[in-house]
Every structure is written in C-alpha cells, then in structure tokens.
C-alpha cells in the first residue's frame, strides 16, 4: 500500500511539473498552509524578472508541498491498519438474514454437554440400558457409582404342567447394582429380588426364585485391572452363551431353550486380555453353582469392525460326575446332567444403527456315568444340537421389537433310554418363537412377550410335554413387563 502511494504522488508530481500548473494548484494539495501561499505571491512577483529562479523556486515548493501530503497520507493508512487487526471480520450474510450482532457484543455458545453413557455392567443386549449412575465418594475406593431397576410382571398361558400356573403377577426385579470402574481396583455388587422366567417352565415366584437359585447378591466381584488385562474373582456372570441371566438384560422378558442348557452364574475366579480386535477369556469355577471347582469356561472374540463380531465360548466340567443333592439345589439351579456337561458355542453378532442381529449355535454333551442310576436318572448319556436367532430393531419415539426363534433336539429315544437333557423325554426337540415389543421412555420401560413352544418327537406314554397330564405339546404364554431403570 506504502509503495502505491508512493508511485501515485511521483507521477503527480512529475504531472505538474512537465505541464506548468498553477501555483494554486499546488497549494491546495499543501494544505493551502500560510508558509505555501506566501512563498507563491513571491513568487509570482518576481516571475517577469527572473524566469529561472522563479521556475526553480517553484519546483522545490511542489515537491515539499507533495511531501508534505505524502506524510499525512502515510499516518493516515498506519491508523487504518492498526483498526483493521483490533476488528474482526464479519462473515458475509445470507440474503434477508438479519446481520449479526457485532462480535463484542455476541456470546460464543458453550458446546453442548455430551450425555452419559451407560455403565458397561451390568451387560445388557438392549433394548433397555442402564440408568444415570449416581456418583458418591468413597473416601479411599475413590468415585462409587449406584444404578438399579424396579418392575414387575404379569404373565399368563394355557395348558399349565401344574394347577394355578395359568396366570402370574409379581416382582420381576428389585435390584441395586453398586460399582467402581476406574482405576486399578474396581468392583460390581449385585443385590436385591429377581426373577427368571423361562418358555416352556413352570413360572415360580420371585421370593422362591431368588432364596432357591443365588440368593438377595446374585452377582459380586471384585476386579484388578492392569492395563487391557484383569482378573474377576468372586459369583460371576457365565461366558456361555448369547443370552444373560435377568429379565431386563435382553431383548426378550423370558429366557429361552438354549439358556436352559447353559450355566447363568458361577463362583471362582476368570482372567480377561483384550489385545486389538482379538478379547480372551478364562475362568475356573463351580459350573451350574455346584461348589465344586472342577470346571472351566473360555472365550475368544474376534471384533471384524464395529459390526460384526465372531464369538466362540466353550465350558465344562473337568472333574468327576457329581450330584448335588439336599435342600441347596431344591429349585434345582445345579441340574445333574448339565452340571457335568461340555457345552461349545459359535456366536455371530452384527449391530449397526438400529438393528442387531445375532444367531447362535449350540451343541452339549454328557457323557455316561453310572452315578446317575443312584439317583433315578439314566446312566446313559446325550447330545444335544441347537440353534437360535436374536434380533431387535429400534424404531423412532423409544419403540423396539425384538424376535426369537429356536429349535433345539435332543439324542436318544424313549426305547435306548439316553439322558433327558430337555426335560420332555429322552430324544424330544422343541420349538419356540418370541416376540417382544418395547416402548421406552427415559427411565421407564413397558414391553411384552409373546411366545409359543412346540414340543417335537414326542411318543406319549413316555414324553411328558404340556398340560396337567403332559400330554399337550403346545404352550402359548404372554408376558407383560413395566418398570424404571435408575
């Protein structure tokens, strides 16, 4: 800019000088100052009688006179620059968008606070989640967090195994989940009523269900943390299979056939590495809470990209048979063919946006043991084969609906005798679909269940299915569940 100026007065001045102007001319870019038209009148008086001088004279007089506005123009243009950077630009508007309001006036807006994320325990398949944790400190432990659920539910079928289980209300769960998730020492404590209700099982109350199966603390654990890897030690969630154990953890309120095959909580102690894509995990236990640390679960998970996942889990008894006997296993949650069982699973989850999608296989097998006649059982083992299908999609206004189909078949036959793995009869299958609908808003929830369970190979006479005398091998039930996370 200083050197446009520069060029612009040269030439100016070269201008007046090759052209004669006037004086006045030149005194009007001095400034018309007082010393200026002084030193003109002299001038012009003495032009006659010294024409060289007095050009001369003149020339000196224009170029100090250009220099002089020169000067000014010069302060000028520094005064301009100094406002320009004190002032920010305004951002062009948009066609009849009110200007903004200048920028020391305007407040910049904070950024939105990000909302919390649910707690990672206890797991949960949706399409419920946890809800806000209340923080208290704990002195040495550091930050405690606090969550739980109150609900209650109604369910209702037909051809009942017993008199009186045509219909149900009751609490389906109670519970207060007390955690610390950070640093090196963490923990999870599990307490209060639940429920487990299961297709094709009698319903049982929640007081019976929860004194008969793990009691008012179902889940406790303490966990050391170093780094990707962490030991559990303490009454731990099972890593078999692709269901959890309480109502509110998955898509649907009751479980299905193939959690019926599997281990829900175990006592010992489970090691868990997490390396890139790949999770490992390892654990030593009582199995179907025997209190006989003779079994052993693992897992590996292989995380293809933020949708799919491939899981295999496998589990089993690595000791002796055994049967647990006595009034600890009169619902019974130690059953005697399963807890001495090997269970294997290949899971595949794909989650994306609003859909999940996860189907399963499942394959057990127990192995013969004599043992079993002393207890009215047959000494003969079995195999089962079975499959299932999980899917939830999440539609708008807090609105879900998830789908379970399954099938699972046992070996044997009524005449061979193998183990009832099923609970119909030695070589019966069975058959099951579920459908639940899920409304939530903020804390509260409101879903049902609808679901029919077929019962295949059935030889009557031997198989007992549905009805009081067991001979029906269909039982449609419905299921209603209402209730807050907190």
Request: aromatic fraction near 12%.
């Amino acid at each position: 800019m200083n050197k446009t100026y520069g060029v612009c007065f040269g030439m100016l001045a070269l201008g007046l000088v090759g052209l004669g102007a006037p004086a006045s001319h030149a005194r009007s870019l001095a400034g018309e100052s007082a010393g200026a038209s002084e030193t003109t009148a002299t001038s012009a008086a003495t032009t006659s009688s010294s024409p060289s001088a007095s050009s001369s004279e003149d020339l000196r007089q224009r170029i100090d006179a250009l220099k002089a506005q020169l000067a000014d123009l010069n302060t000028e243009l520094a005064a301009e620059k100094d406002t320009d950077a004190t002032t920010p630009a305004v951002a062009p508007q948009d066609q009849g968008t009110p200007a903004a309001a200048t920028p020391a006036a305007a407040a910049t807006p904070a950024p939105a606070a990000a909302a919390p994320m649910p707690l990672p325990t206890p797991s949960m398949s949706g399409p419920l989640a946890t809800g806000i944790a209340h923080e208290l400190p704990a002195g040495p432990f550091g930050k405690i967090e606090i969550t739980g659920i109150l609900s209650g539910i109604g369910l209702f079928g037909n051809n009942p195994v017993v008199p009186g289980d045509e219909g149900h209300v009751d609490v389906s769960n109670a519970q207060v989940f007390i955690q610390k998730t950070s640093g090196w020492f963490q923990f999870f404590l599990q307490g209060g009523a639940y429920n487990l209700p299961v297709v094709g099982v009698p319903f049982a109350k929640t007081g019976p269900t929860t004194t008969g199966t793990y009691g008012p603390f179902p889940v406790g654990y303490a966990k050391l943390v170093k780094g990707n890897f962490n030991i559990e030690i303490g009454s731990l969630p099972t890593l078999i299979g692709d269901e959890y154990t309480f109502t509110f953890q998955n898509m649907n309120i009751e479980r299905g056939l193939l959690w019926n095959q599997e281990p829900a909580v175990s006592r010992g102690i489970q090691l868990n590495e997490t390396y890139k894509k790949l999770t490992l995990s390892f654990g030593w236990n009582d199995g179907f809470y025997s209190d006989r640390y003779t079994s052993l679960t693992g897992l590996l998970a292989y995380a293809f990209n933020g949708a799919n996942t491939l899981t295999f889990a496998a589990g089993g008894n690595a000791g002796n048979t055994y049967v647990r006997t006595g009034s600890a296993n009169f619902f019974p949650v130690t059953p005697a063919y399963q807890n001495n069982e090997q269970v294997y699973n290949v899971i595949y989850t794909y989650t994306k946006g609003n859909v999940t999608i996860s189907p399963y296989y499942q394959y057990t097998v127990v192995k013969s043991a004599p043992i079993y006649a002393s207890f009215g059982l047959s000494p003969t083992g079995a195999h089962t084969n079975g499959g299932a299908l999980l899917a939830n999609y999440n539609f708008k206004h807090g609105f879900s609906l998830a789908v379970r189909p399954e099938y699972i078949k046992s070996s044997g036959s009524p005449i061979t005798g193998e183990a009832n793995l099923l609970g119909y009869g030695s070589g019966t299958g069975a058959f099951s679909f579920t459908v639940t609908p899920t409304w939530v808003k903020d804390a509260f929830f409101l879903r049902g269940d609808i679901s029919i369970v077929h019962v295949t190979d059935f030889v009557a006479g031997s198989s007992v299915a549905f009805g009081i005398g067991g001979t029906n091998t269909n039982q449609a039930r419905g299921a209603i569940e209402a209730g807050f996370m907190f």
